[in-house]
Every structure is written in structure tokens, then in C-alpha cells.
């Protein structure tokens, strides 16, 4: 990921983009080519900005209810694990499907959301960016090539992270009747 202002500055085009303005910071979308400012909505793949966290643009807000399951199950795979319940219930969850068992490691992993994103859903980072000055960040914007095919996918991975919530719970009541047997 390039984050050099110099070298970002030279991959942006302002004679043919007229969307770039000198003062912006941001990144090329890796699809069509426009830039994309860093806090502002950019083309239409532009999804979300990530910087000191995670920004999702207003087109894409449907990522929120996604970014709160994975942080729910990330949680409780944190406070669950050790339980036997728990960790059969794991095991036979991550066989339902690629996505279940991407998901479910993401999450073991402690991985962010946009971790997912690129490397279950199949979005895409920008180049980066990075701002200059004594309040200076860096960054990258994450672009999808065709968001309105990818509502399936994101679907199904709310479906399994609620799906995994679900699970967790009753395997937490079958380890706590469990330990009141003993």
C-alpha cells in the first residue's frame, strides 16, 4: 500500500479528474480510476474511509449493522472460548460455508472489519493517503466494483454472524447447565 504523499500526489491527474481538488486527500479507486477525497463520498465503488477507524460513506451505511455483528462476535469468541460447548459449536459452525468459516477466523483473529471485506467479500484497498502537518493522519479508502452484487454476500454474512449469536447463546446455556450437572 502506497502511502507517500509524493507518490500519490504524482498518480493523481487533476487536468482529467474533475472531482480532484489540490488541497484533498485520497486515493485512486482500484476499479475506474477516479480519485476518491478521504472523507467525503468518492465514485461509485467508493465504500468506506479508513484512517484512525472506520468511516462508511452514506451510500453504504448497511455496513454498520455488519461492522456491530462482527465486533458482537468477535466479543464473544473472546469471553466463549475454552467453553467445550463453545468450541464444538465453533467447529460445527465454520463447516456451513467458506464465508461462515472466513468470518468466524476474522473474528477469533480479532481482525478488523475491513480485514473482511477485502478478504471474504471481495473488496479492494485504494493506494492510500497520507496528510501532512502537525495534525497528520494516513489512511486508505476501500472500494467494491459492483455494490449493487454485492448486497448477496453481505447479506449472507449478517445472516451468519445473527446465525453465530444465536449458536453461541445456546451453547453457553448448554455449558452452564453442563457445569450445575457437575
Known amino acids: 500500500m502506497t502511502t507517500n504523499t509524493e507518490n500519490l500526489d504524482h498518480a493523481v491527474d487533476e487536468h482529467n479528474d474533475p472531482h480532484w481538488e489540490s488541497e484533498e486527500d485520497g486515493d485512486r479507486c482500484p476499479f475506474c480510476g477516479r480519485f476518491s477525497p478521504a472523507f467525503g463520498s468518492g465514485c461509485e465503488h467508493h465504500v468506506a474511509t479508513l484512517g484512525s477507524g472506520i468511516r462508511i460513506t452514506e451510500e453504504c451505511t448497511w455496513l454498520e ?3 456491530d455483528l462482527h465486533d458482537t462476535v ?10 467445550r460447548a463453545f468450541e464444538r459449536f465453533k ?3 465454520v463447516r456451513q460455508s467458506t464465508l461462515a468459516k472466513a468470518l468466524i477466523r476474522a473474528a477469533a483473529r480479532e481482525e478488523q472489519l ?3 471485506l477485502v478478504e471474504a467479500l471481495g473488496y479492494q484497498y485504494g493506494d492510500g493517503w497520507e496528510t501532512g502537518g502537525w495534525l497528520s493522519s494516513s489512511g486508505v479508502n476501500i472500494y467494491h466494483p459492483r455494490l449493487s452484487d454485492s448486497d448477496a454476500k453481505e447479506d ?27
Open 114 to 116: 475491513e480485514e473482511i
Open 156 to 182: 449472507e454474512a449478517v445472516r451468519l454472524y445473527e446465525a453465530f449469536i444465536e449458536g453461541a447463546a445456546s451453547a453457553a446455556m448448554v455449558a452452564q447447565h453442563d457445569a450445575g450437572r457437575a
Open 74 to 83: 468477535t466479543e464473544l469468541i473472546g469471553e466463549s472460548g475454552g467453553s
Open 65 to 67: 449493522r455488519l461492522s
Open 91 to 93: 467447529k460445527h459452525f
